[in-house]
């Protein structure tokens, strides 16, 4: 009777576990030269959108635009651009099923480089194109639909082109509102007086009809970063600013249900996160990553149905000069309090992969897009990955370390599990099914044997273990 109990609750366990662990898939599109995803978006038949830049080795840059369907196969791709640089920042679905980007062109427009906003059909095609500037350097960082079906656009207005570094200095906050069509109905700079870097990243239309915008700028002394983060009303006219006096990015920004907002980028050298309530006062802000001399930072903040939020970054980059290496796609999930309920890497060493954009998908998983040198044709290509709702994908990742550790049987009324090689002892975090973290295991010495599960109901888990940065997960189940 008791081995029939136990097969009716592992039979249940079993039917409960959710089957899109199998239809993750990792693909790369590009050639033998440079390509960067900026954006995804999921489409209404499954498929995907997939926002980036291609670069030729003559530094020919041209928006690109790829439609894949559900499995990430290629259904149709577009560039846009003309004989000199365009890049292409930032994009969304609009509400008629096009598409609308946001960048700069220096190919067309009055100055040296002039904001660049594109409508695109469903098809691809370009349904209207607007430039917005003067005779320098302006760029659109971030473009949202508003409820109007209008568009906010943020960027930096009057940048300066660096011969040192042979990069455009941003000047001065811009904000751009426009109607349906692109055309202007008002734009407002913002800045300190005197300071040349100063720039607009993220922007959304709030739930009072104004705006939040992500910052950045420089603090003195002029190598040290300092964000910004600015509420303004339907008008365009501050309301609030809140400034930081230390290394820090503001990437990313949401509106959450209650009204705060969520940031993600970077403090000092780690991925951060902070949270502020509606009136600009922080709240709190966590770190995460690995030690310095690595860096660590977010790119992308998206809140997820069951109330969390998932972040997309860059885990463990090493910056040396113009050959950066070792960095990772970093794909973590949060809880509202900031507290990670699981982290996953994709990527291998010596290479450089960067995840820009992440977004819940309508079966529960996530899609998320950046450029790869791992999973690539040539030097970069952009990479699409599609995870399980625990962030697994359905291929082999790399791992560039042998496993030393073992589970004698993943189901059982405990579980044994046997180390070795663990000179700092061995640790590991437990998560249920739903992706909370639910317990955390720890032992001394080099090598030993461990029991658990005395003290969890009965259940699918899934116990990490960091081994040599790259995470390994197992799923246990636990019956009585």
Request: glycine content about 12%.
């Amino acid at each position: 009777m008791l081995r029939k109990s136990l097969f009716i609750l592992l039979a249940a366990l079993l039917a409960a576990i959710p089957l899109t662990a199998q239809g993750g898939w990792i693909k790369n599109y590009g050639d033998a030269d440079y390509q960067f995803g900026e954006l995804v978006e999921e489409t209404s038949d499954g498929g995907y959108f997939v926002m980036g830049n291609t670069i030729s080795e003559q530094t020919k840059t041209d928006i690109w635009l790829l439609k894949t369907d559900e499995n990430g196969d290629t259904l149709w791709t577009k560039t846009y651009g003309g004989p000199l640089e365009e890049y292409g920042f930032s994009g969304q679905i609009t509400s008629d099923g096009g598409f609308i980007i946001a960048g700069f062109t220096e190919s067309f427009g009055a100055g040296k480089y002039d904001a660049w906003l594109l409508k695109i059909d469903p098809d691809g095609d370009t349904a209207w194109t607007r430039t917005y500037g003067d005779t320098g350097y302006d760029v659109a960082s971030s473009v949202h639909q508003t409820t109007d079906d209008g568009y906010i656009i943020t960027g930096h207005r009057d940048g300066k082109f660096s011969q040192v570094t042979n990069y455009v200095i941003p000047g001065d906050i811009w904000l751009i509102k426009t109607q349906a069509d692109g055309t202007l109905m008002w734009e407002k700079t913002y800045g300190i007086p005197d300071q040349d870097y100063e720039e607009g990243l993220c922007v959304r239309q709030t739930s009072d009809g104004g705006y939040i915008v992500g910052c950045n700028g420089l603090e003195e002394p002029a190598t040290m970063s300092a964000a910004r983060l600015m509420k303004t009303d339907a008008a365009g006219d501050s309301v609030w600013v809140y400034r930081t006096s230390d290394d820090r990015w503001f990437n990313c920004v949401r509106q959450t249900s209650d009204g705060s907002y969520m940031i993600a980028g970077s403090i000092d050298t780690d991925l951060g996160i902070a949270r502020f309530s509606e009136t600009g006062t922080l709240m709190w802000e966590k770190t995460y990553g690995k030690s310095s001399p690595a860096y660590d930072w977010a790119t992308w903040i998206e809140p997820t149905p069951d109330g969390n939020y998932i972040v997309t970054g860059i885990y463990g980059a090493i910056l040396l000069g113009s050959n950066p290496r070792d960095a990772d796609v970093w794909l973590l999930k949060v809880d509202e309090n900031g507290d990670t309920l699981w982290t996953r890497l994709f990527g291998d060493n010596p290479e450089f992969d960067a995840g820009c954009c992440v977004k819940p998908a309508s079966d529960g998983g996530y899609i998320i897009t950046g450029y790869s040198g791992t999973y690539s044709n040539g030097e970069y290509d952009i990479c699409l990955i599609k995870t399980d709702s625990l962030g697994y994908v359905g291929v082999a990742e790399p791992v560039t370390h042998p496993s030393n550790w073992q589970i004698s049987s993943s189901i059982g009324q405990q579980i044994t599990l046997r180390y070795a090689d663990h000179p700092q002892g061995f640790h590991a975090q437990v998560f249920d099914a739903s992706g909370r973290k639910v317990d955390e295991i720890h032992a001394g010495g080099t090598s030993g044997t461990i029991v658990w599960g005395d003290e969890q109901s009965p259940g699918v888990y899934f116990i990490r273990v960091d081994e040599n940065k790259t995470p390994r997960t197992e799923r246990v189940i636990l019956v009585r």
